[in-house]
């Protein structure tokens, strides 16, 4: 089970409210977690991500165990303690703007 | 009973406003999409109770919303806007060329009989439409692949598509326009187009009488001579009587013809309406005045309409979709300012009261006539 935080704007979005809890197939990579969490609420496709490139958006960010993931391959694992669920796979809004 | 729904978006979410007939009395709901730029919402003119709306962030890109029920509750849509085919490449500022991508839409525009169909114009310059409600998108791509297409360069806001339309005498044509390419015309229904510029005169572009490249802040038509389109330029006011075939310049006496939006009383197709701002360096009110300028003769003899707005050290903007006219006998006229307020006034512009005064900045005002 893959514990993920979306910002406030992306859980209005998705209509959430605190962690989502993903079931993810296979290795639990960046990629693979998003694939999950699109899958489960689709109105977050292209929110993080580009739908067509599967690029980051700019200015969007990935968090987990105290590490910046936002620029690792999307396919590298993601750390045990987010596989195992003691940590959360964190998405965040950058700090940018006003 | 009869009376007005006003549609804003604004820098920080919508809201959506409603009046009986008598246009005093408001009830407001919002903001919806909190924290989202809404650059537009529009009702179908087909169902009353269908809304959409362009919900945008650079953190998280582009959502459309739609409501089936006049705004009470929205429905976020899945559908993703992608280009149709290679994407090309346009102009930047310093004329280099690079690739178009999509940022935003800008601008909503329901299909005049069929609820479930909208088009979507975009940031850059791309023409989409839903047929299922805005649940999917695809491009009409001979816009974009207009052979001038690669000559377009962005005005200072982007390289928007920002006016859509329909024509409701003939099916098949529809107008759009651009910042800053130009305004274009289809009379196969987005299967093909060609530039409708001719008469327009822009100082500070390589040609000023070039084919596109014009800066066209606003086009609006009355649905009864839909041959006669009045346009908002960068500068200049300007007038067809010929969809398109030939521009004429309108401005008359108006204390400057730069501005932003421009629209048209609904029962006289010769009376206009525009909001003057000082210059394109100083997107303020004249002498700190806020005043919308009406012609009653078709353009060039203007009149300031200044009760009830303000008539010293106003410093707003009104821009290019935040101006709006209802359709009720004794015709409503609204806009929106980038400080906030929301100006309505039930005597077609003789006087006027705030909706409200401390909204985030205006992006957009619609108005729909409800009976």
């Known amino acids: ?98 | 009973m009869s009376g007005v729904r006003v549609l804003v978006g604004t820098h920080k979410g919508a809201f959506v406003m409603t009046s009986d007939a008598k246009r005093k009395q408001w009830d407001i709901s919002g903001p919806h999409f909190t924290g989202w730029e809404v650059y537009h919402v529009k009702g179908s003119p087909a169902d009353p109770n269908r809304l959409y709306a362009s919900q945008n962030t650079s953190w998280f890109g582009q959502v459309i919303q739609r409501s089936n029920d006049g705004g009470k509750t929205w429905q976020a849509m899945e559908g993703k806007f992608a280009y149709d085919g290679e994407p090309g490449t346009h102009k930047w500022y310093d004329g280099s060329s690079r690739p178009f991508a999509f940022t935003r839409i800008w601008h909503l525009e329901p299909s005049l009989t069929d609820p479930d169909t909208v088009y979507a114009g975009a940031e850059d310059a791309a023409l989409f439409r839903s047929t299922d409600g805005g649940q999917t998108w695809g491009e009409l791509p001979a816009l974009r692949q207009h052979s001038t297409a690669a000559d377009w360069a962005p005005g200072a806001g982007g390289m928007c598509l920002h006016t859509i339309i329909l024509d409701p005498k003939h099916k098949d044509r529809m107008f759009v326009a651009i910042s800053a390419a130009g305004a274009f015309r289809s009379d196969d229904a987005g299967k093909s187009w060609r530039p409708i510029n001719q008469g327009l005169r822009s100082e500070g572009i390589p040609d000023p009488n070039a084919e596109v490249g014009h800066c066209v802040h606003r086009i609006a038509m009355n649905p009864s001579r839909p041959d006669t389109l009045f346009m908002q330029k960068h500068w200049d006011v300007m007038r067809t009587d010929d969809a398109g075939d030939s521009w004429r310049e309108v401005s008359g006496n108006l204390p400057s013809d730069f501005g932003f939006p421009i629209d048209i009383h609904p029962h006289e197709p010769e009376t206009i309406y525009v909001v003057p701002i000082k210059s394109d360096s100083e997107h303020v009110p004249p002498d700190g005045k806020l005043r919308v300028y009406r012609s009653r003769s078709g353009g060039n003899e203007w009149e300031a309409l200044t009760n009830g707005l303000p008539q010293s050290n106003c410093y707003v903007n009104i821009l290019r979709d935040a101006m709006a006219v209802d359709a009720l006998d004794a015709p409503g006229s609204y806009f929106g300012t980038t400080g906030g307020q929301v100006y309505a006034s039930a005597d077609a512009g003789d006087s006027w009261n705030p909706i409200v005064r401390d909204l985030p900045a205006v992006l957009s005002v619609e108005v729909q006539t409800l009976t």
């Open chain 1, 1 to 98: 089970m893959i514990r993920v935080v979306l910002p406030p704007h992306l859980r209005n979005l998705a209509q959430v409210k605190g962690e989502v809890e993903l079931d993810v197939h296979g290795e639990a990579t960046p990629q693979s977690v998003l694939d999950a969490l699109e899958t489960r609420y689709p109105v977050l496709r292209g929110t993080i991500r580009d739908q067509t490139t599967r690029e980051r958006r700019a200015l969007v960010r990935f968090f987990a165990c105290e590490q910046d993931l936002s620029l690792d391959p999307p396919d590298r694992p993601l750390p045990d303690e987010v596989v195992t669920g003691k940590e959360p796979f964190l998405i965040i809004g950058a700090m940018a703007g006003g």
